[in-house]
């Protein structure tokens, strides 16, 4: 019997406040985490398998495998709907309210 070979998907610079998110995604999706790292913003040689005491000037990247590239995609394609909505919805608190004027 052949080997399954598993395909990858590296996402990098993750927000920490959706990673548990994106984590869950994967395992309901057929996908295993290989790998999520901390790396430093500012030496590349300070790379961390942990969360760091202060993870702050850190980015988190996760690889993803899964033994079908179609669940990789789906996932791909979850993690940028979230972003947009994160980013639609951010724009939408900063226009300015509207004043009724009485006429």
């Not at 940028?80 to 919805?89: C, V, W």
């Amino acid at each position: 019997m052949g080997k399954i070979q598993n395909k990858y998907l590296e996402i990098k610079n993750i927000n920490r406040e959706i990673i548990n998110w994106l984590e869950d995604i994967a395992e309901e999706n057929n996908c295993h985490v290989e790998r999520k790292e901390w790396k430093s913003k500012y030496n590349s040689y300070v790379v961390y398998d942990y969360e760091p005491f202060c993870s702050e000037g850190f980015e988190i990247n996760l690889l993803l495998s899964s033994p079908e590239i179609t669940y990789l995609n789906f996932i791909k394609y979850l993690y940028k709907e979230k972003l947009n909505t994160i980013e639609y919805l951010n724009n939408c608190i900063k226009i300015p309210a509207i004043k009724n004027y009485s006429l």
